[in-house]
């Protein structure tokens, strides 16, 4: 049986005044496994898109399905399983937990996601180590700082553990909301290297947000957002 598409939007809208449409969106498609790249000029609805498929926010009108299941037929709390088992999010304000270690921040998903834990262990024979070893590919191994709070860190690192923390135990979506805006030219290219090589042998689809054109063709598909999101269209004609 072949695999159902990562992303399927139809006919939604969000707007967080309902009558001012910041995403409308009569279909963009997703493929199993498939990279797309998302680029769009600030305050055009990028990260209230991401929201929207990652489940954080619920449209108005309009389904949103996500690995063949549909986020408007799960209870909210069903949504928030249903996210920490399937989909990695990297926040554009990273949201980390502030009163856990940066291990312990990276290792979240297991604890809510039995199946992510068991790709972990699968992974490097524990969570901890598997934690480790993305942030050791990220360019964060020193020991020591792996027990700080996360607080502790400095922007780019802390982007860097929002990046490990979506990628632990290889969840079949991977959502990243300008992912790389704090990071320097070496922690760029290894996190994109990182990104690619766990999701090709994950299988992971990625939706990925970014200003940086340069990056763009990393992925198999470019979108501009204005190319299928009528939203500001709408709101110019009204
Ligand atoms: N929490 C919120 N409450 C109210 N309005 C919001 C909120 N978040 C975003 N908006 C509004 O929604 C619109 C789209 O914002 P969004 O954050 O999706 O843009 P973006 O394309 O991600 O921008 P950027 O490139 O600056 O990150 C903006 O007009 C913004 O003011
Ligand atoms: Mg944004």
New binding site residues.
């Given amino acids: 049986m072949s695999e159902p598409p990562a992303v399927v939007l139809s006919g939604v809208r969000y707007g967080?005044q309902p009558a001012l449409p910041?995403v409308a969106i009569d279909e963009l498609r997703i493929g199993h496994s498939e990279r797309v790249f998302i680029s769009?000029p600030?305050?055009?609805?990028?990260?209230?898109l991401l929201g929207l498929v990652g489940g954080v926010l619920v449209p108005q009108a309009g389904t949103v399905t996500i690995l063949g299941t549909d986020l408007g037929a799960l209870s909210t709390s069903g949504r928030d399983a249903f996210r920490a088992e399937h989909v990695g999010f990297i926040f554009?304000m990273f949201n980390l937990l502030p009163y856990l270690s940066v291990i312990d921040n990276v290792a979240l998903p297991c604890r809510f996601s039995a199946v992510r834990w068991r790709r972990a262990v699968a992974g490097s024979g524990g969570v901890p180590a598997e934690a480790a070893r993305l942030l050791g590919r990220l360019g964060l191994d020193d020991p020591g700082l792996l027990r700080r709070p996360v607080t502790q860190l400095s922007i780019g690192q802390q982007q860097r553990v929002a990046a490990a923390r979506a990628l632990i135990g290889r969840p079949r979506l991977v959502i990243a909301d300008?992912p790389t805006s704090s990071l320097d030219a070496n922690a760029r290219a290894s996190f994109i290297d990182l990104l690619l090589a766990e999701c090709r042998d994950a299988g992971s689809a990625v939706l990925f947000v970014s200003h940086d054109l340069s990056l763009a063709p990393h992925f198999d598909r470019r979108i501009a957002l204005a190319d299928v999101n009528r939203a500001q269209a709408d709101r110019r004609a009204a």
């Avoid at 600030?42 to 209230?48: A, D, I, N, W």
């Fill in positions: 967080w910041v769009g600030s305050g055009t609805g990028k990260s209230t554009q300008e």
